[in-house]
């Protein structure tokens, strides 16, 4: 066992802001995520599958001389065409959420071994010309690409809780989930809206993946890594909330990072599952 | 029905003869595999399958049996068989320990324990992973002898898992025929009418939660041994858990022999692949395996066999009863109390919703053998006196004395077996069981029955005497709303009752079915059950009732005989609001 040693107040402040960078990637993962689950009633692993993807898709236009950010504006079109894909085929053949679950873990497994034939399983870094680049505030350093994840992150949580607030087409979709059969009779178009939603998932996905791309490494059975914490942040968060999973997926990542520079890594994982255990206990309600 | 168990035993003494063969090393691996998974998947599903409640934890329990008997072997020279005993132990103490907390809890339920039981798993794989337990490394057990059990080491590990897989076999059908399997099923569709209905939910989620967890451990025993070297890494994974619940899945969660179905199959289909040089392409046929399973097979393979052959499994009993002549059975006269003595006793119930006073304080005397009306405006406290009452809110206030015992903070299903029913407005019935099977659980949990023949066969008379006989096989699902108010209705009598609530059992009827549901209630009354009528219909009120309260703002406002009551002018401004002077 690795005793406690009290790391100095530069350390715990960086360690801090970096786990505000990777909760933020949690959150942007675990966004299309919920609003799948919670709106859709689909639980969709294939969301990792999504961004794995995408990010690969980054990967190998920035080995051809793409700008990663600029490969977006094909990323996430292709994307949201893929998302509305398998919604459609999903509500084709009325599949069940725990259904969802298992025919989404199937298409994890194809999208592993399309990644695999292409790419192989080797470790994937993305070059760019602001890879390495960070800055400096009151003593601590800010990487580039971790910093544009968070402006991504807060920046789409944000939209999309607008959206689904102000917005008819918003309130359109959180009373489909409520009760799609009376939403259809006050003329809320639910199928088109489902399949505008799935494609948004998957475009949400898809983004994640580009913000993967820029800060880690890539391998293709990395994708079964994430699953855990961000269904974490996405349960934390509550199911079908905008910002949930980014505030959720932010405190994880503090904790995890905290807790890292306190003990050791290898008890990273304990902090943020305790954590959502002791909450989902005493306040089931609030979670999901 | 007795046929099964010695099917599956003859089916192990038979396997057990496969080492005899002298294949090739590999067939043995092959086959303990396939046997390993389906201790696993089966293990599973006796939780998740017949509950419902999808355990994600399914690693952190094989895992702990697997770790158990790695620490007893590597340091402390225990003989591995004595170590799988306590590997199912340990697993199976982790599994209540977690249940304990987590069902208690009323609001976890399907996805929270999804996830709670993943976490579980990350939880329990850091604190392995940080202890000695593991220190990091793995644990190496190259050292520890292998028992000579059969002839070859490898056959040494298939017949192990053979016993382990036949044991699993045994208690998966025994579960699912029995009266405790009922409940599980029953606990899947509507948990909260199950334990009205007097199934114990908490405990019987507990027991199938320990057996479960047992049957991992000796899993994870076993594979502590075959692998020779453990890692956190490959135990505490998502991987175990997601393998096994779609092998059950793709089997069927609703059949004991289901996850077994799927488990030879997805063994087989991965060993198929990745033996031969192309593992990656597997991965992929496997994906596409399975949605294609998915897609075209919802229900699981088995189910989708029994149809194609036509079988039913559970409905086969009901179609073929004989109709026996209509009796009217007569309450049991357990205690010489005659009509008019007070049967139930409420008095200052109160029950509020963070601030929201549903009940503020009533006093109601409900005497044998009586109809009483119970009326009031909507949102005046009826549902949730009847909430109350049978027990599925605790009562802020107040005290609850049935047939003289004190039934006050009693969980619903000790109230429910203390003979107290009730019926739902919108009608809950079990949706996956037949029309005979969701009467015959009320008569095996409320009426103490614990045979499941007799208990669908007493099940068939309440049919008989609501009328709906002829539906014994059918699925709630087919029957109009009037049937499934009745299926309500012989649900609360199966349990043989002193005392029915019945709330609002004509709302949404036609006249002509109101009237056949007025003579069934009278006819109710006359084989000897009390009832309070919760209703609005007030022709029926009228012509059933021989008293009526009236409550409003969850107080009682008046009480009396109908035709009095009505008159009142403090009930007629409650329904009617004040005249604007």
Same mark, same amino acid.
């Given at each position: 066992?690795?005793?406690?040693?009290?790391?100095?107040?530069?350390?715990?402040?960086?360690?801090?802001?970096?786990?505000?960078?990777?909760?933020?990637?949690?959150?942007?993962?675990?966004?299309?995520?919920?609003?799948?689950?919670?709106?859709?009633?689909?639980?969709?692993?294939?969301?990792?599958?999504?961004?794995?993807?995408?990010?690969?898709?980054?990967?190998?236009?920035?080995?051809?001389?793409?700008?990663?950010?600029?490969?977006?504006?094909?990323?996430?079109?292709?994307?949201?065409?893929?998302?509305?894909?398998?919604?459609?085929?999903?509500?084709?053949?009325?599949?069940?959420?725990?259904?969802?679950?298992?025919?989404?873990?199937?298409?994890?497994?194809?999208?592993?071994?399309?990644?695999?034939?292409?790419?192989?399983?080797?470790?994937?870094?993305?070059?760019?010309?602001?890879?390495?680049?960070?800055?400096?505030?009151?003593?601590?350093?800010?990487?580039?690409?971790?910093?544009?994840?968070?402006?991504?992150?807060?920046?789409?949580?944000?939209?999309?809780?607008?959206?689904?607030?102000?917005?008819?087409?918003?309130?359109?979709?959180?009373?489909?989930?409520?009760?799609?059969?009376?939403?259809?009779?006050?003329?809320?178009?639910?199928?088109?809206?489902?399949?505008?939603?799935?494609?948004?998932?998957?475009?949400?996905?898809?983004?994640?993946?580009?913000?993967?791309?820029?800060?880690?490494?890539?391998?293709?059975?990395?994708?079964?890594?994430?699953?855990?914490?961000?269904?974490?942040?996405?349960?934390?968060?509550?199911?079908?909330?905008?910002?949930?999973?980014?505030?959720?997926?932010?405190?994880?990542?503090?904790?995890?990072?905290?807790?890292?520079?306190?003990?050791?890594?290898?008890?990273?994982?304990?902090?943020?599952?305790?954590?959502?255990?002791?909450?989902?206990?005493?306040?089931?309600?609030?979670?999901? | 029905m007795k046929?099964?168990?010695?099917?599956?035993?003859?089916?192990?003494?038979?396997?057990?003869?496969?080492?005899?063969?002298?294949?090739?090393?590999?067939?043995?691996?092959?086959?303990?595999?396939?046997?390993?998974?389906?201790?696993?998947?089966?293990?599973?599903?006796?939780?998740?399958?017949?509950?419902?409640?999808?355990?994600?934890?399914?690693?952190?329990?094989?895992?702990?049996?697997?770790?158990?008997?790695?620490?007893?072997?590597?340091?402390?020279?225990?003989?591995?068989?004595?170590?799988?005993?306590?590997?199912?132990?340990?697993?199976?103490?982790?599994?209540?320990?977690?249940?304990?907390?987590?069902?208690?809890?009323?609001? +976890?339920?399907?996805?929270?324990?999804?996830?709670?039981?993943?976490?579980?798993?990350?939880?329990?794989?850091?604190?392995?992973?940080?202890?000695?337990?593991?220190?990091?490394?793995?644990?190496?057990?190259?050292?520890?002898?292998?028992?000579?059990?059969?002839?070859?080491?490898?056959?040494?590990?298939?017949?192990?898992?053979?016993?382990?897989?036949?044991?699993?076999?045994?208690?998966?059908?025994?579960?699912f025929v029995?009266?405790?399997?009922a409940?599980?099923?029953?606990?899947?569709?509507?948990?909260?009418?199950?334990? +009205?209905?007097?199934?114990?939910?908490?405990?019987?989620?507990?027991?199938?939660?320990?057996?479960?967890?047992?049957?991992?451990?000796?899993?994870?025993?076993?594979?502590?041994?075959?692998?020779?070297?453990?890692?956190?890494?490959?135990?505490?994974?998502?991987?175990?858990?997601?393998?096994?619940?779609?092998?059950?899945?793709?089997?069927?969660?609703?059949?004991?022999?289901?996850?077994?179905?799927?488990?030879?199959?997805?063994?087989?289909?991965?060993?198929?692949?990745?033996?031969?040089?192309?593992?990656?392409?597997?991965?992929?046929?496997?994906?596409?395996?399975?949605?294609?399973?998915?897609?075209?097979?919802?229900?699981?393979?088995?189910?989708?066999?029994?149809?194609?052959?036509?079988q039913r499994m559970l409905a086969a009993t009901g179609a073929a009863h004989p109709p026996s002549?209509?009796?009217?059975?007569?309450?049991?006269?357990?205690?010489?109390?005659?009509?008019?003595?007070?049967?139930?006793?409420?008095?200052?119930?109160?029950?509020?919703?963070?601030?929201?006073?549903?009940?503020?304080?009533?006093?109601?005397?409900?005497?044998?053998?009586?109809?009483?009306?119970?009326?009031?405006?909507?949102?005046?406290?009826?549902?949730?006196?009847?909430?109350?009452?049978?027990?599925?809110?605790?009562?802020?206030?107040?005290?609850?004395?049935?047939?003289?015992?004190?039934?006050?903070?009693?969980?619903?299903?000790?109230?429910?077996?203390?003979?107290?029913?009730?019926?739902?407005?919108?009608?809950?019935?079990?949706?996956?069981l037949s029309v005979l099977d969701n009467v015959a659980l009320?008569t095996m949990?409320?009426?103490?029955i614990?045979d499941v023949k007799a208990a669908r066969h007493q099940a068939m008379t309440?049919l008989?005497?609501?009328?709906?006989h002829?539906k014994a096989a059918a699925?709630?699902?087919?029957?109009?709303?009037?049937?499934?108010?009745?299926?309500?209705?012989?649900?609360?009598?199966?349990?043989?009752?002193?005392?029915?609530?019945?709330?609002?059992?004509?709302?949404?009827?036609?006249?002509?079915?109101?009237?056949?549901?007025?003579?069934?209630?009278?006819?109710?009354?006359?084989?000897?059950?009390?009832?309070?009528?919760?209703?609005?219909?007030?022709?029926?009120?009228?012509?059933?009732?021989?008293?009526?309260?009236?409550?409003?703002?969850?107080?009682?406002?008046?009480?009396?005989?109908?035709?009095? +009551?009505?008159?009142?002018?403090? +009930?007629?401004?409650?329904?009617?609001?004040?005249?604007?002077?």
């Amino acid at each position: 066992m690795s005793g406690f040693t009290l790391p100095s107040a530069s350390l715990l402040s960086q360690s801090i802001l970096s786990g505000v960078f990777v909760g933020a990637l949690y959150g942007l993962m675990g966004l299309g995520l919920s609003l799948s689950w919670g709106l859709l009633r689909l639980i969709n692993l294939a969301h990792f599958a999504f961004a794995f993807l995408a990010a690969y898709l980054c990967y190998q236009m920035a080995t051809m001389g793409v700008d990663p950010l600029l490969t977006l504006l094909v990323i996430v079109p292709a994307f949201f065409a893929i998302g509305a894909g398998l919604h459609w085929v999903m509500a084709r053949f009325r599949v069940t959420p725990f259904n969802s679950l298992l025919l989404t873990f199937g298409l994890m497994g194809i999208a592993e071994a399309i990644i695999q034939t292409i790419w192989t399983a080797d470790f994937r870094k993305l070059e760019s010309s602001y890879g390495e680049m960070k800055f400096k505030i009151g003593g601590l350093f800010v990487p580039i690409p971790e910093f544009i994840t968070l402006l991504l992150a807060v920046g789409i949580s944000l939209a999309v809780w607008a959206v689904l607030r102000y917005t008819d087409l918003g309130k359109a979709m959180r009373a489909a989930a409520e009760d799609a059969p009376i939403a259809s009779a006050f003329g809320v178009n639910q199928q088109r809206n489902a399949l505008l939603l799935a494609g948004t998932c998957a475009a949400l996905a898809s983004i994640a993946g580009v913000c993967l791309a820029l800060s880690f490494t890539l391998a293709p059975s990395q994708m079964y890594a994430w699953i855990g914490v961000v269904f974490a942040a996405v349960m934390l968060g509550g199911l079908g909330r905008a910002l949930g999973p980014l505030i959720a997926g932010t405190l994880i990542g503090v904790s995890e990072a905290v807790t890292m520079a306190v003990t050791a890594p290898s008890w990273a994982p304990i902090v943020s599952f305790t954590l959502l255990i002791v909450i989902l206990v005493l306040r089931p309600g609030k979670a999901a | 029905m007795k046929r099964t168990p010695l099917i599956i035993v003859g089916a192990g003494v038979l396997l057990a003869f496969v080492p005899k063969l002298g294949l090739p090393a590999f067939y043995d691996s092959l086959l303990y595999l396939m046997l390993h998974w389906i201790v696993l998947a089966t293990s599973w599903n006796m939780l998740s399958g017949y509950t419902g409640y999808f355990s994600f934890g399914h690693g952190a329990f094989f895992g702990a049996g697997l770790y158990t008997t790695s620490t007893l072997l590597s340091r402390y020279d225990w003989p591995f068989l004595w170590t799988l005993p306590v590997a199912a132990a340990v697993a199976a103490l982790l599994g209540v320990a977690l249940g304990a907390v987590v069902f208690r809890v009323k609001g +976890v339920r399907g996805e929270l324990f999804a996830l709670l039981t993943l976490a579980i798993t990350f939880v329990i794989g850091t604190i392995v992973v940080n202890t000695p337990l593991d220190g990091g490394n793995g644990v190496s057990l190259s050292a520890v002898p292998v028992p000579a059990i059969g002839p070859t080491q490898s056959s040494t590990f298939y017949l192990l898992a053979l016993a382990a897989a036949t044991l699993t076999m045994l208690i998966a059908w025994a579960i699912f025929v029995s009266k405790f399997g009922a409940g599980l099923f029953a606990i899947h569709d509507d948990e909260d009418a199950a334990e +009205v209905m007097g199934v114990p939910t908490y405990r019987y989620k507990l027991y199938a939660l320990a057996i479960s967890c047992a049957l991992a451990g000796v899993a994870g025993g076993i594979h502590a041994l075959f692998l020779s070297y453990v890692t956190v890494g490959e135990v505490f994974t998502i991987a175990v858990p997601l393998t096994v619940v779609l092998m059950s899945v793709l089997g069927g969660t609703r059949h004991w022999a289901g996850p077994a179905v799927g488990a030879v199959a997805i063994t087989a289909l991965l060993y198929s692949f990745t033996a031969a040089d192309h593992a990656v392409a597997g991965k992929a046929m496997i994906g596409v395996i399975l949605i294609a399973a998915i897609l075209f097979m919802p229900d699981g393979i088995l189910p989708r066999l029994q149809k194609l052959f036509g079988q039913r499994m559970l409905a086969a009993t009901g179609a073929a009863h004989p109709p026996s002549q209509i009796v009217t059975p007569a309450m049991p006269t357990t205690k010489a109390i005659a009509a008019g003595d007070v049967l139930l006793r409420v008095r200052g119930l109160q029950k509020s919703f963070k601030g929201v006073r549903a009940l503020t304080g009533v006093d109601v005397e409900v005497r044998r053998g009586e109809i009483l009306g119970l009326l009031g405006p909507n949102g005046s406290g009826k549902s949730t006196f009847i909430n109350v009452v049978t027990g599925h809110y605790l009562p802020s206030a107040g005290q609850i004395v049935f047939e003289g015992r004190d039934l006050t903070g009693r969980a619903a299903h000790e109230i429910a077996a203390s003979g107290i029913a009730r019926t739902y407005q919108i009608p809950r019935p079990f949706a996956h069981l037949s029309v005979l099977d969701n009467v015959a659980l009320a008569t095996m949990f409320g009426g103490a029955i614990h045979d499941v023949k007799a208990a669908r066969h007493q099940a068939m008379t309440w049919l008989e005497f609501t009328g709906l006989h002829d539906k014994a096989a059918a699925r709630p699902d087919d029957l109009n709303l009037h049937q499934r108010k009745f299926l309500e209705l012989a649900r609360a009598l199966a349990s043989r009752p002193r005392l029915v609530l019945l709330d609002e059992v004509l709302c949404g009827l036609t006249p002509s079915e109101i009237d056949d549901a007025v003579a069934l209630i009278r006819r109710i009354r006359d084989q000897g059950s009390t009832i309070v009528f919760v209703e609005h219909v007030m022709r029926a009120v009228m012509a059933l009732t021989d008293r009526i309260v009236v409550f409003n703002h969850g107080e009682l406002l008046a009480e009396g005989s109908a035709t009095d +009551v009505m008159q009142r002018p403090e +009930v007629m401004t409650a329904y009617l609001g004040k005249a604007h002077a």
